[in-house]
């Protein structure tokens, strides 16, 4: 399933509009009911509103209804080059997942292809975390 959702990250990489940065980043937000939700880097001439991979694969799949995330995939690297780098998510993107995942379970693939990749839980990329619970 990793490798699947990796193969599913780089695609959506493809659609990355990147003008200002040219570092295309691509993700693919795997559901616990297993739907596959894809997410590009959107930058914007305004620099601030740019919305990162991650972050676009979570709104799509939270404004469709769901809810329940297992893992996602992540691959980034400058446009025009092969991927000799792993792009971990960012801090916005990862207090995003903690809105919406179990820091211990929920899965961070970051990928440079399909066999080269590692594995963190969202506890280990965002430790600490103040979260929904805070506020309960
Ligand atoms: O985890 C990350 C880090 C960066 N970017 C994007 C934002 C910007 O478009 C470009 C350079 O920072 O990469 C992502 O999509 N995800």
């Known amino acids: 399933m990793r490798e699947t959702l990796i193969k599913e990250a780089l695609e959506a990489r493809k659609m990355a509009y ?4 040219h570092f295309m980043v691509g993700a693919a ?13 959107i ?9 990162c991979a991650e972050r676009t694969a979570f709104f799509k799949a ?10 996602i995939a992540v691959a980034g690297a400058p446009e025009g080059e092969e ?9 916005v993107c990862r207090q995003v997942m903690a809105e ?15 066999e080269d990749y590692y594995v963190k839980t969202l506890e280990e990329l965002l430790p ?5 619970a805070n506020l309960k």
């Not at 990147?18 to 940065?21: F, G």
């Not at 937000?29 to 880097?41: A, D, Q, S, W």
């Not at 930058?43 to 919305?51: I, K, S, V």
């Not at 939270?62 to 809810?67: I, W």
């Open 100 to 114: 919406f995942c179990r820091p211990d379970s929920f899965e961070i693939i970051v990928a440079k292809s399909p």
């Open 128 to 132: 600490e975390n103040f979260g929904p």
């Open 43 to 51: 930058e914007n001439a305004a620099y601030g509103p740019t919305n």
């Open 83 to 91: 991927i000799t780098g792993y792009a971990a998510p960012c801090g």
């Open 18 to 21: 990147v003008p200002y940065s």
């Open 62 to 71: 939270v404004s469709e209804g769901e809810r329940a995330f297992a893992a």
């Open 29 to 41: 937000l795997l559901t616990k009911e297993g739907r596959i939700y894809h997410g590009c880097n």
